[in-house]
């Protein structure tokens, strides 16, 4: 475009008054929003501090839903079907799906006296430092057996300790399993009517 185009505009920077050029207004408007949550501690008794972790908004013992939003993805879990037994099927989709490679299953057959599948995941280690929580894992699967709670709180004093095994993981079921209840409710059960064996079963055969 050329300097002398008729169509080119050419804008002239705003003539700044004493005030805003010493940000009086931005400052009025900042005081104004302190002022206000000032004003609903004081006369409402609206609190916006909590004192972490010494208070938290669910106690230990407790149904744990801190799920603040739908999009929110926290810890994982491995899902347990109604007879005990990881849901998990070790089809290798979630760890494919990964784009941090985070991952690892090692699947084994089933035992006999599980009619509805011919694997599951003998092993199964989530690095939780290499997640990126985006979801592709509870997307890919096709049987629901992992999903991203609403848990944040996740800490630990090595990385060893962020690496959850399968254990870990089905007792991140145990404990959110109240108040976040898998969301695609119950596969439907086989024709094939349960041997009395799986009365109790074994989660790690």
């Known amino acids: 475009m050329r300097a002398d185009d008729p169509q080119l505009k050419r804008l002239a920077p705003p003539k700044l008054t004493l005030a805003d050029r010493w940000f009086l207004p931005q ?3 900042g005081l104004g929003v302190t002022a206000k949550h000032m004003a609903g501690v004081v006369f409402n008794n609206k609190a916006f501090t ?6 938290q908004e669910i106690q230990r013992g407790q149904p744990v839903n801190l799920r603040s939003t739908p999009l929110y993805r926290g810890v994982h879990r491995l899902n ?3 007879q005990g037994r990881v849901k998990c099927v070790a089809c290798m989709l979630c760890a494919t799906a990964c784009p941090a490679h985070c991952i690892d299953i090692v699947g084994a057959t089933a035992p006999e006296t599980w009619p509805d599948r011919e694997k599951y995941c003998e092993s199964f280690v989530i690095d939780e430092l290499r997640c990126i929580y985006c979801g592709m894992c509870e997307e890919a699967c096709p049987v629901e057996a992992i999903e991203l709670t609403g848990l944040y709180d996740l800490t630990g004093l090595s990385r060893e300790q962020m690496i959850f095994d399968k254990t870990k993981l089905l007792s991140v079921f145990d404990v959110t399993k109240d108040g976040e209840p898998m969301r695609f409710g119950q ?3 086989p024709d094939v009517a349960p041997p009395t064996a799986l009365a109790a079963p074994d989660v790690t055969p």
């Open 187 to 189: 596969p439907p059960q």
């Open 27 to 29: 400052i009025a408007v």
């Open 80 to 82: 347990k079907d109604e």
């Open 50 to 55: 909590v004192q972490y972790p010494e208070e």
